[in-house]
């Protein structure tokens, strides 16, 4: 059973096991913001089942974002758990995804709804098309794919996934993941937007929440682009 990790003031997460390929154990990680208007923005979603008591406890679920064309595996049930909620797609995903109703697409703006406490940027030129926040109360990065970690007590098979990928011994971009950046003028001049915003703190999908220092690990991730 999953549960809801506070890290500061309005913004939690919750991890979860996802096994890659059915092989490698590489986690998964869902992001919970309350916004100004105490309604929560929930980034990522795991299956409801496992936090849905604690998430009622802290308010009211109203949108629920599939930040890239990965992350979307929980978003159908987590809006059938919660149907007052709004479905927000990255570019590409409701297309992916017919099965969905998706009531948003999310753009390289933020929307209205959350303008007051979360910017965004739509990473351009990369395959997943992934849409990156920052909490700016709590100055956290939040992102899904943008880098992975392998930590020491993963199993044996996943360290060694890791390794071979090129992030087993810190935080970086997947040798794979690499692969899907396509134009790298685009995504650099995105990059270089998410690196002027004001953050410590980095939120992965896939590995530990790195607490401090984030903003540095981040510039030297992406060195290569």
């Not at 929560?40 to 802290?58: F, K, N």
């Not at 956290?140 to 993963?154: G, K, N, P, R, W």
């Not at 995105?190 to 002027?196: G, I, K, P, S």
Request: charged residues 25%.
């Amino acid at each position: 059973m999953s549960s809801l990790v506070q890290h500061a003031e309005g913004l939690w997460t919750a991890h979860a096991p996802l096994r890659l390929f059915g092989v490698f154990e590489v986690g998964t990680r869902m992001t919970v913001v309350r916004l100004s208007s105490g309604e929560l923005w929930v980034h990522s979603p795991i299956a409801p089942s496992t936090v849905r008591g604690e998430l009622d406890a802290l308010g009211v679920v109203r949108h629920v974002v599939a930040p890239n064309t990965y992350h979307h595996l929980f978003a159908g049930p987590f809006c059938d758990a919660y149907r007052e909620a709004r479905l927000w797609g990255a570019p590409g995903l409701a297309a992916k995804r017919r099965d969905l109703r998706f009531d948003h697409q999310l753009g390289a703006q933020p929307p209205p709804e959350w303008v007051d406490d979360l910017d965004q940027v739509w990473i351009e030129g990369f395959l997943l098309h992934e849409v990156v926040f920052l909490h700016r109360r709590s100055r956290t990065l939040i992102s899904s794919d943008l880098l992975a970690h392998v930590s020491d007590e993963a199993p044996p098979a996943t360290r060694l996934y890791g390794s071979l990928g090129g992030f087993r011994k810190r935080p970086a971009v997947p040798r794979v993941v690499k692969l899907a950046y396509r134009d790298r003028v685009a995504a650099r001049r995105c990059l270089e937007t998410v690196l002027a915003w004001d953050f410590d703190r980095v939120i992965l999908a896939h590995g530990a929440v790195l607490e401090s220092g984030g903003k540095e690990i981040v510039r030297q991730a992406f060195g290569w682009l």
